[in-house]
């Protein structure tokens, strides 16, 4: 059985040819292949009416900028936070769209020295968006320019060095700073105080998933049953640019088996073969909880010690793999190092032993301790 789609997460058709070879290992990855970005800025919402989710985020960052609009002045600055892949950067589309203004876009690993982003600034016009992705890696004195510019919209060039060095104030045109983080943490007092309007963002629930399925389902002409979409979204790990990307995978390993409708059966049978398990694990996640549970008897183990297990590096398993394991319950970070939880053994269909959690509780010295 078919159903109809009222829309995708994407204006235009998609088209089926032209794909690069897939890595399995990949699928999961917050940062998109060149070629995946093509097809995922497609896929972006271009207005606030069309972006699924994030309805607390959503309403209150349209009230701002209503009231922009009303006062006939540029929107106050905005900082978004959250995980990879939930809509940060689509949201500083919006902006920009909503208020018919240019879209300017960096980043903070790009802005490393004050005169980079005296460079942007200066060169900005009235009512311009800007938009600095990972604005918590900036370095710090581009940072302390910014808060004037932010503030006052002026920045202070230093001409000359030394004794004889003068500071010429530069005024700026108004303008909206967007920022992102992926680690509101990390952002200091000072900046983070001068954004008008801060929102975090949330994972989504497996039923907004399946919003934003039908919305892109629909932009590429595909058909899915009821069960397709539930299957494709609850592997998604709560991320929108997950399902776009598996959905895609899907539609792949449709088009090749000449299946004209996605029953949950044909996508559990394509996601299988991309290592994407029922409840979104892939290959490094499965192989960190079958190290903890196999080679440790479930922990306590230290974090290089189960990243050389697993043939990875520590950075690797902390950031990619970890959050997903902790947020799911199948992970636990202690003081002696990590532990896999009653849920992993579950999942992996193996009995836990009696003790195996109450490992990790036990004493422990100051040498004991992992990061």
Do not use: C
Request: charged share 25%; aromatic share 4%; glycine share 10%.
């Amino acid at each position: 059985m078919t159903e109809a789609h009222d829309g995708g997460q994407l204006p235009g058709q998609i088209s089926l040819s032209g794909q690069s070879p897939i890595r399995p290992s990949a699928e999961l990855a917050p940062v998109a292949e060149p070629e995946e970005r093509d097809l995922e800025a497609a896929l972006r919402p271009k207005t606030l009416d069309d972006f699924v989710g994030q309805e607390r985020v959503r309403k209150q960052l349209a009230l701002v900028l209503a009231a922009s609009k009303i006062r006939g002045r540029s929107a106050d600055h905005v900082l978004m936070s959250g995980p990879p892949g939930l809509g940060k950067t689509t949201l500083a589309m919006i902006i920009a769209s909503e208020m018919n203004a240019p879209l300017r876009i960096s980043s903070g690993p790009a802005i490393q020295h004050a005169g980079d982003l005296a460079a942007i600034l200066s060169s900005l016009t009235e009512g311009e968006v800007l938009f600095l992705d990972e604005i918590h890696r900036m370095s710090r004195p581009a940072e302390e320019m910014l808060y004037m510019a932010m503030e006052d919209f002026r920045v202070d060039i230093i001409v000359g060095k030394g004794a004889g060095a003068t500071a010429i104030p530069l005024e700026l045109p108004p303008f909206t700073l967007v920022g992102a983080t992926t680690r509101a943490g990390l952002l200091p007092g000072p900046l983070r105080d001068r954004f008008g309007f801060t929102g975090h963002l949330e994972f989504y629930s497996v039923a907004e998933l399946e919003l934003v399925l039908r919305r892109s389902a629909g932009m590429m002409d595909l058909k899915l049953t009821s069960a397709g979409f539930s299957e494709i979204a609850g592997r998604s790990r709560g991320t929108p640019r997950i399902a776009n990307r598996l959905l895609r995978r899907v539609r792949d390993w449709a088009l090749v088996h000449g299946v004209e409708t996605i029953d949950a059966r044909t996508a559990s049978s394509a996601l299988d073969m991309y290592e994407v398990d029922a409840r979104g694990l892939d290959r490094l996640d499965r192989s960190v909880l079958e190290a903890l549970v196999n080679k440790f008897n479930g922990g306590p183990v230290g974090l290089s010690t189960l990243a050389i297990a697993v043939g990875e590096e520590p950075e690797t398993v902390e950031t990619v793999a970890e959050p997903f394991l902790v947020r799911e319950g199948l992970l636990g970070r202690t003081p002696r190092g990590r532990i896999a939880m009653p849920a992993a053994w579950v999942h992996l269909g193996l009995r836990m032993p009696a003790n195996a959690v109450a490992a990790a509780m036990l004493p422990y010295n100051d040498d004991e301790l992992d990061g």
